[in-house]
């Protein structure tokens, strides 16, 4: 049995040796040699023992020689067919498997250059270019995605940053609460920062109150807000007491020279909408302007769907614009205070939201229908619902705009 192993291990070792030296070779040597060996060799062997040899031992061999051919004939071919490609073949498809696990550089150095058109060489060489240009594309990618994801990372602490530029230049939480008797704000931007503000100011004998949406999204829409800002600042509050569609006009002018847009080939064209109010806190009354915004109301006493509630409708012209004129002239409208009738102050983001079952808009009936069927929910739960009710609307829908939605009592 010892002698069986150390046979078989000679055996192995030797084919071993000779598949090895056989995948040196070409395929086209590997071919000739096989030729040469079926179409020479064996006929001269045939014919050497022809001239020692009678007929009938010519015979026997002949006929021991066919029978042997059958006998190894598909253990031959396998042989033959290993050396001359299945080798290789499978060297390569092992390479691929490589490669296909991401091991893109497997070969250990360059294979050498084809010769003579080898097919195989050929084949091994395109493999390894394939595999350093994949590779090289790859690093190249991954770099890239990485400066990317660094660019992406600054520019979100870019935006949060300017989020908490946009809040500072927003009135405090502890302003609104001087201010109204009862409230809510609901003011959430699309992209961390966007295109809604709201201002207030305090006057001779009262206070103003804007909900503005001014053009784009995002930091664009930023950038418009804090300009907005700036220019409601400016205003003489106390020449335009009880006078809402005066600021607006105001407004109006003050956006069209500030962004060049009065002028004759103007390379913007940006404003906003908006809702400007003044409660007059001496006479009881408020005065509502809008510039394409609605003021919402609830009226005392209906609550829990025992009425309706009521939309004011604003100017259907937009501030600031270049197709607005430099003096159009805003409406006016004069309301008397009323102990626990509620007011709401919106932009469109809320109406103009897409959802439900058809994808139609949110709209301006089902936000009535909402401060109606909760007008006898406390207003800071109402925020909390209405959140909800918007959120439930939306479904699977992206939301389209920034929703800023005031609501309050004096």
């Known amino acids: 049995m010892k002698s069986d192993s150390s046979g078989s291990r000679v055996t192995g070792g030797l084919y071993a040796r000779i598949l090895d030296y056989a995948a040196g070779l070409r395929t086209v040597t590997k071919m000739k ?17 022809h001239e020692g040899m009678s007929h009938t031992q010519l015979g026997n061999l002949l006929a021991g020689w066919i029978a042997a051919g059958f006998i190894v004939l598909i253990p031959l071919s396998h042989f033959f067919a290993h050396i001359l490609a299945l080798r290789s073949v499978k060297e390569l498809n092992a390479l691929c498997g490589q490669m296909r696990e991401g091991n893109l550089t497997p070969f250990e150095s360059l294979p050498p250059e084809p010769t003579d058109n080898d097919a195989l060489q050929t084949l091994r060489h395109n493999l390894f270019w394939i595999g350093h240009i994949i590779d090289s594309r790859q690093k190249a990618l991954n770099g890239a995605l990485r400066n990317l994801n660094e660019a ?16 500072a230049f927003l009135p405090a939480e502890a302003t609104l609460h001087e201010l109204f008797a009862e409230h809510f704000l609901l003011w959430s931007q699309r992209d961390t920062v966007g295109g809604d503000a709201y201002w207030v100011r305090r006057a001779r004998d009262g206070f103003f109150v804007a909900v503005v949406d001014c053009t784009g999204h995002g930091v664009p829409g930023a950038f418009m807000t804090l300009i907005v800002h700036s220019l409601f600042e400016r205003l003489d509050t106390d020449a335009l007491r009880a006078d809402p569609a005066g600021v607006i006009g105001a407004m109006n002018r003050a956006i069209r020279g500030a962004l060049a847009q009065d002028r004759a080939n103007s390379l913007s064209d940006d404003g906003m909408d908006c809702t400007v109010l003044f409660v007059d806190e001496a006479a009881r ?12 109301m609830l009226p005392a006493g209906i609550h829990g769907g025992d009425g309706e509630g009521v939309e004011i409708r604003g100017d259907r012209c937009g501030v600031g614009y270049v197709r607005t004129p430099e003096d159009y002239v805003y409406t ?58 918007l959120k439930e609307y939306m479904g699977r829908e992206t939301r389209r705009d920034d929703v800023t939605v005031l609501g309050f009592t004096v």
Do not use: M, W
């Open 285 to 296: 009354t408020l005065h509502f302007a809008g510039a394409r915004h609605s003021l919402f």
């Open 332 to 389: 006016n409208h004069v309301l008397p205070l009323q102990a626990g009738t509620r007011y709401y102050c919106l932009t469109d983001g809320l109406t103009d939201q897409v959802g439900g079952a058809n994808g139609l808009p949110f709209g301006k009936s089902r936000f009535l229908s909402f401060i109606r069927e909760n007008g006898n929910v406390p207003l800071a739960r109402q925020r909390t619902l209405l959140e909800a009710t």
């Open 33 to 49: 040699i096989i030729l040469a060996l079926c179409l020479i060799l064996c006929p001269l062997v045939l014919l050497l023992l």
């Open 152 to 167: 992406q990372a600054r520019q979100h602490e870019s935006i949060e940053y300017a989020s908490v530029i946009q809040n």
